[in-house]
């Protein structure tokens, strides 16, 4: 089943007679299937960021369709847009992104609040995402008194909480030491195995990356090329390594 698909996506950020105009991204196509875990690499300011903030409904492409479960982003506007993304997408930043003045909890019943879900089941999915991220001892602490990787967990469980469709995230390990990225890698990779859940991450990691069973890589706003894992991990962190050498970019290891 598809997922997302992103039809001859561009981009052109200001005015395309203006020379001051940035052709941002180029006739991209993607299709993402249930279950797919990708990465998507490219040097910086190949297009990676505008890429997310358009399949995910925050940016409007120039030209070009985005569906996710087949309905066409472009179809909704104002408050059903927001609740057409709160529904069928899950968000995870670089920073965070968690409210202080929210305990854990809080957080992660966040976008279940503003579904106005009963109380009963707010806590059940709670706790169930709390157990599976080992977080349940922090549930009542302020997100500031946890560390890094703790509270990209409670990130992604409340990006998980509703449900959605795909997870969006861009760089979720690049705030984070060796061992937590590892940590938040594997547990993208068992929502992917035990929750079926489709995730599309943007990394300049290739170890992260290597946690993907695909990789897209971009190049001044096109698709350079796409590779699939077909071995094991450290295979295709060797294949990763060697497209990052072609396509160019930071080649940070955690
Ligand atoms: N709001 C904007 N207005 C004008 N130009 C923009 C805007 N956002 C991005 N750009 C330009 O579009 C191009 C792609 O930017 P984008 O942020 O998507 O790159 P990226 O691949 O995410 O880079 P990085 O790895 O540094 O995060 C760059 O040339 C950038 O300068
Ligand atoms: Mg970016």
Known sequence: MVILEAKDISKIYGDLNDESSTIALQDINISINAGEFIAIMGPSGSGKTTLLNIVSGLDQPTSGTVSIEGKQLSQFKGEKLAQFRRRQIGFVFQDFNLLDSLTVKENIMLPMILEKKQVDEMEGKVDKLANLFEITSLLNKYPSKTSGGQQ??????????????????DEPSGNLDSKSSAVIMESFEEIVETLSTTVLIVTHDIFAASYCNKV?????????????????????LQQIMANVAVVGGRTDVF
Not at 152 to 169: D, G, M
Not at 216 to 236: A, L, Y
Request: net charge positive; proline share 3%; glycine share 6%.
């Open 216 to 236: 897209i890589f971009i190049k001044d706003g096109s698709i350079h090329s796409t590779i699939t894992r077909k071995g094991n991990k450290k295979d295709f």
């Open 152 to 169: 990209q967990r409670t990130a992604v469980s409340r990006a998980l909480v509703n449900e959605p469709s795909i997870i969006l995230a």
